[in-house]
């Protein structure tokens, strides 16, 4: 049962493609499957997801990066869930920042050229769904249907 | 945009890892403290970082990194014997958490009185 249960979806830098496309998909997923979610990035992150689904039919709700991180901190506000989308060591100190001020079960979503290197970082309390995808986000996406909500 | 962005600050490394941005502060510190993700400086800027976080004192500038999810990592000086008192403050309390605990009580024993004495024990 997952009515009532909250996922955040932290979207890292968007310079890579498949993010945006895996955010949506991923947000859709979750919410047909009764998950309330929260996408948040930096200012050009959100921009990017509101253009890409205008009348929020993907994700009904967006949130400042640094915002979220603040409420998490003062503890306004938890999540059930949390997908930390990383291609750069900038996104793995984010899932870090996450794993330590969050109760929610921890996703890191690692992709981009250097996918594998990148992993090897993430060594803190984190399942990996990973897949070097930059362009094609079909490898991703794989990964993202194997896990069990 | 945090407040930090509106103080006047010094950029020492910028756009690198945060594990290179950690150790620079580690190098380069009269003082350094460690601190966990989240924890709250100047206005509303919560540290985001890979535990543990090192942040130091020089003189009378704090410096910290500071990350950007599209330019990596950062170290940062800002002036602020406030903060750096807080983070002594926060040091001495912890030292006085663990005395309370005992965590000092076997290193108060007095050591083996000759090499042989280590293995009687």
Redesign the interface.
């Given at each position: 049962m997952t009515q009532g249960k909250k996922a955040l979806l932290v979207m890292?830098?968007p310079?890579v493609p498949v993010q945006m496309s895996i955010v949506l998909y991923l947000s859709n997923k979750l919410s047909k499957a009764g998950y309330d979610v929260t996408a948040a990035?930096?200012d050009?992150?959100v921009k990017l997801l509101k253009v890409s689904d205008p009348e929020s039919h993907y994700v009904q709700k967006t949130a400042d990066?640094?915002q979220i991180?603040?409420d998490?901190?003062e503890k306004k506000i938890d999540f059930d869930l949390c997908f930390v989308f990383m291609h750069?060591?900038?996104?793995?100190?984010?899932g870090?920042?996450f794993?330590?001020?969050s109760k929610a079960r921890l996703f890191a979503v690692i992709f981009g050229k250097n996918a594998e290197e990148l992993a090897n970082t993430v060594d803190?309390p984190a399942e990996k769904i990973m897949a070097k995808a930059t362009h094609n986000p079909n490898p991703l996406k794989i990964k993202v249907d194997k896990v069990v909500l | 945009m945090s407040c930090v962005e509106q103080m006047k600050y010094t950029i020492l490394l910028e756009k690198t890892s945060f594990r290179e941005a950690r150790e620079y502060i580690e190098k380069n510190s009269d003082e350094v403290y460690y601190v966990e993700p989240g924890y709250k400086i100047f206005k509303d800027y919560y540290i985001i970082g890979v535990p543990p976080v090192a942040m130091g004192a020089r003189g009378k500038e704090l410096l910290f990194t500071y990350v950007k999810p599209c330019y990596g990592a950062f170290v940062m000086a800002i002036d602020s014997e406030e903060e750096i008192e807080r983070l002594r403050e926060r040091e001495r309390e912890k030292i006085m958490a663990s005395l309370k605990k005992g965590g000092l009580k076997d290193k108060a024993e007095p050591g083996p009185a000759s090499f042989g004495d280590m293995w009687k024990k």
């Amino acid at each position: 049962m997952t009515q009532g249960k909250k996922a955040l979806l932290v979207m890292g830098c968007p310079e890579v493609p498949v993010q945006m496309s895996i955010v949506l998909y991923l947000s859709n997923k979750l919410s047909k499957a009764g998950y309330d979610v929260t996408a948040a990035g930096t200012d050009a992150a959100v921009k990017l997801l509101k253009v890409s689904d205008p009348e929020s039919h993907y994700v009904q709700k967006t949130a400042d990066l640094d915002q979220i991180i603040s409420d998490v901190v003062e503890k306004k506000i938890d999540f059930d869930l949390c997908f930390v989308f990383m291609h750069s060591d900038a996104g793995m100190t984010y899932g870090a920042t996450f794993s330590a001020i969050s109760k929610a079960r921890l996703f890191a979503v690692i992709f981009g050229k250097n996918a594998e290197e990148l992993a090897n970082t993430v060594d803190y309390p984190a399942e990996k769904i990973m897949a070097k995808a930059t362009h094609n986000p079909n490898p991703l996406k794989i990964k993202v249907d194997k896990v069990v909500l | 945009m945090s407040c930090v962005e509106q103080m006047k600050y010094t950029i020492l490394l910028e756009k690198t890892s945060f594990r290179e941005a950690r150790e620079y502060i580690e190098k380069n510190s009269d003082e350094v403290y460690y601190v966990e993700p989240g924890y709250k400086i100047f206005k509303d800027y919560y540290i985001i970082g890979v535990p543990p976080v090192a942040m130091g004192a020089r003189g009378k500038e704090l410096l910290f990194t500071y990350v950007k999810p599209c330019y990596g990592a950062f170290v940062m000086a800002i002036d602020s014997e406030e903060e750096i008192e807080r983070l002594r403050e926060r040091e001495r309390e912890k030292i006085m958490a663990s005395l309370k605990k005992g965590g000092l009580k076997d290193k108060a024993e007095p050591g083996p009185a000759s090499f042989g004495d280590m293995w009687k024990k």
